[in-house]
C-alpha cells in the first residue's frame, strides 16, 4: 500500500512509523509545506521520500490528512478533486462538524474517512513521533455511512494495525463531547500557565514552590497553539457552552470560599472525587 | 531520636517510612484519631507502636503533626503546652499564616518549626505512603526567626535526611505563592473534574472519549477533600485573587472565542506555552 502523509508532526509521523512497522505500507511519501519537517521526517526515517502534494496523490493508495484542522477543512475538497478514483483520504482532526461540511457535497466524499483518533502528547513536530502512540487508544469515524464500503475497510485496517478501538459517531455529537473532555481541559490548562505566568512578573522564583501537582496540571499549556486555536475555533459553539459552565463552577467555588462555608466546599469537592471512579475505569 | 508522628496518611506516612530507613528515628510512634488508619500503619510498618496522644508527647524527641491544616490550627496550642523543653514539634501544613498566629504568643513557640515540604500525591491515608516521596523537592520553613536554633537544627536534620531542599520565606509570602502554584492549581482541577462529571449526567459514555491530557489535567480532583477544603479555606484570601485573576483569563479568552479573533487566541496560547521554559527548568 502506498500511502501520503500530509502534515509530518506528532500524529503524522507516529502514524508513518506504525503503518511501517506494521508492514501495511510499503512506500511511505511525505507532504510538509515546512521544509525543515519535510527534511527532518527523512531523516528519522518516519517517510522514505518528500514529494509535491500533486505529485504525491497521483500515485497513492491512501492519504492521511494530519495537519491543523483549518488547514483540513480548506485542503480537503481540493485534494479529493486530484486523487484518483481508488484513493482512500482520511483526516485524524480533533473536529469534524466543519470538515464535514467542506466536503458534504462532494462527488468523491465516499472515498473520503472522518476520523478522529484521541491521542497525543503536548509535542509536536516530526521529532515528537512515537512508536505505539496510539495502541489501545479510542478512534471515532464520524458520517461513516457517507463513505464507501471500500473506502471505511481500508482505514478501518490502517486504525487496527495501529491498535485503534473505533467507535462511530455523528460529526455534532463527537464534538460536542470533545467540547468537554478534550478542548475544556486544554483551556483550562493553558488559562492556568498564564495566570501563573502573569503573577510571576511581580513575584520572582514563583515556581520553586510548584509541584509535581502543578506540572501534571499546567502540562497541556505546552501544546502547539498552530494546532489548539484553529480547533478551539472550529469547535467554538460547543466549546463556549463548556467553558462558560466551567466558569460558572469555578464562580460559585469561589462564592463558597468567600462565605467560608465549609459544608459547601467540602461537598464540592466530595462530588468532584467521582472522577476517580471514571479514570480508573479507563 | 524518639518520634511521633500524629496523622498517619501520606504524608505523615511517607515521612515515617524515610525516617526509619534513614535511621534518624529510633522508635516510632503513631497517633491518628482514626483507629483503623492507626492500625494500617502498624501493619504497613510505618510507625512501631500507636500511643493515646499525650503519652506519646510526653516521651518524644520530635513530634510530627502531619494532619489537615484546620487540625493543625487547633491542636499546636494545646501540643505545645504538653512537651517537654527539649521536644520539637514540626508541622508540614500548605497554609502557614493562620497555623503560625495560633501559637504566635505561645511561651514554647520558639520549640516549634512552621514546614512547609512541598510534595504529595492525590492518594491518601497509610496505605498512599512512599518511600523516598521528598528527594528533590522544596520544603519551606516559615518564621524561622522564631524557632530556637536548638529546634532548627533538629528539623533540618529530618528534612536533609529524607532528600527535601529547605528554604525560607515569609508566612504571608509563603501563602501567596502557593496559592498561584499549587492551591489554584487544585482549584482548577477539582472544578474541571465537577463540570465534566456535570455533564455526563445528560451524555453517558462520554468518558470514553477522554485521552490523557483530560487525565493528566483533572488528576488532582482525586485529592483528598478532608486535607484540601481546610487549604483553600485557610487561604481564601490569597486563592481568592489568584481564582479571579484565573476566571477573568478564562472570560477574556471567552470573548476572544466567540469574536473568533483567531489573532488573539494564537497570542493567548503562544504566551501560555512560556510555561513550558518553567517546567523544564525545574
Known amino acids: 500500500m502506498k500511502v501520503t502523509v500530509i502534515g509530518l508532526g506528532l500524529i503524522g509521523g507516529s502514524l508513518a512509523m506504525d503503518l511501517r512497522k506494521h508492514k501495511l505500507a510499503t512506500d511511505l511519501i511525505g507532504v510538509?509545506?515546512?521544509?525543515?519537517?519535510?527534511?527532518?521526517?527523512?531523516?528519522?526515517?518516519l517517510v522514505d521520500r518528500i514529494l509535491p502534494e500533486d505529485k504525491a496523490l497521483a500515485e497513492s493508495d491512501v492519504v492521511l490528512l494530519t495537519i491543523p484542522v483549518n488547514a483540513i477543512g480548506a485542503l480537503l475538497p481540493t485534494?479529493?478533486?486530484?486523487?484518483?478514483?481508488?484513493?482512500?483520504?482520511?483526516?485524524?482532526?480533533?473536529?469534524?462538524?466543519?470538515?464535514?461540511?467542506?466536503?458534504?457535497?462532494?462527488?468523491?466524499?465516499?472515498?473520503?474517512?472522518?476520523a478522529h483518533p484521541i491521542s497525543g502528547t503536548e509535542n509536536s513536530g516530526p521529532t515528537a513521533a512515537l512508536e505505539?502512540?496510539?495502541?489501545?487508544?479510542?478512534?471515532?469515524?464520524?458520517?461513516?455511512?457517507?463513505?464507501?464500503?471500500?473506502?471505511?475497510?481500508?482505514?478501518?485496517?490502517?486504525f487496527d494495525a495501529v491498535g485503534l478501538k473505533t467507535i462511530f459517531m455523528e460529526a455534532e455529537e463527537h464534538d460536542k463531547h470533545v467540547a468537554y473532555v478534550s478542548h475544556l481541559s486544554h483551556?483550562?490548562?493553558?488559562?492556568?500557565?498564564?495566570?501563573?505566568?502573569?503573577?510571576?512578573?511581580d513575584e520572582k522564583n514563583i515556581f520553586d514552590l510548584a509541584g509535581s501537582g502543578f506540572a501534571s496540571t499546567v502540562r497541556l499549556a505546552k501544546s502547539s497553539p498552530a494546532m489548539w486555536a484553529p480547533i478551539f475555533e472550529q469547535n467554538s459553539e460547543y466549546l463556549s457552552q463548556?467553558?462558560?459552565?466551567?466558569?460558572?463552577?469555578?464562580?460559585?467555588?469561589?462564592?463558597?470560599?468567600?462565605?467560608?462555608?465549609?459544608?459547601?466546599?467540602m461537598k464540592t469537592l466530595t462530588n468532584a472525587n467521582g472522577i476517580r471512579r471514571v479514570l480508573e475505569k479507563k
Request: aromatic share 6%.
Open 242 to 265: 463548556a467553558l462558560l459552565e466551567y466558569i460558572m463552577h469555578l464562580q460559585k467555588f469561589h462564592y463558597h470560599l468567600m462565605k467560608k462555608d465549609s459544608k459547601e466546599l
Open 187 to 201: 483551556v483550562s490548562s493553558f488559562l492556568l500557565g498564564q495566570t501563573v505566568l502573569d503573577i510571576e512578573k
Open 79 to 114: 485534494i479529493l478533486d486530484q486523487i484518483g478514483k481508488n484513493t482512500v483520504v482520511i483526516d485524524t482532526g480533533s473536529t469534524k462538524g466543519l470538515i464535514c461540511k467542506s466536503v458534504s457535497g462532494h462527488a468523491r466524499r465516499n472515498q473520503f474517512v472522518a
Open 132 to 158: 505505539g502512540l496510539f495502541v489501545g487508544k479510542t478512534n471515532i469515524i464520524c458520517e461513516h455511512e457517507k463513505s464507501s464500503d471500500q473506502s471505511l475497510k481500508i482505514a478501518q485496517s490502517i
Open 32 to 45: 510538509d509545506f515546512n521544509q525543515a519537517h519535510a527534511q527532518q521526517a527523512v531523516e528519522l526515517g
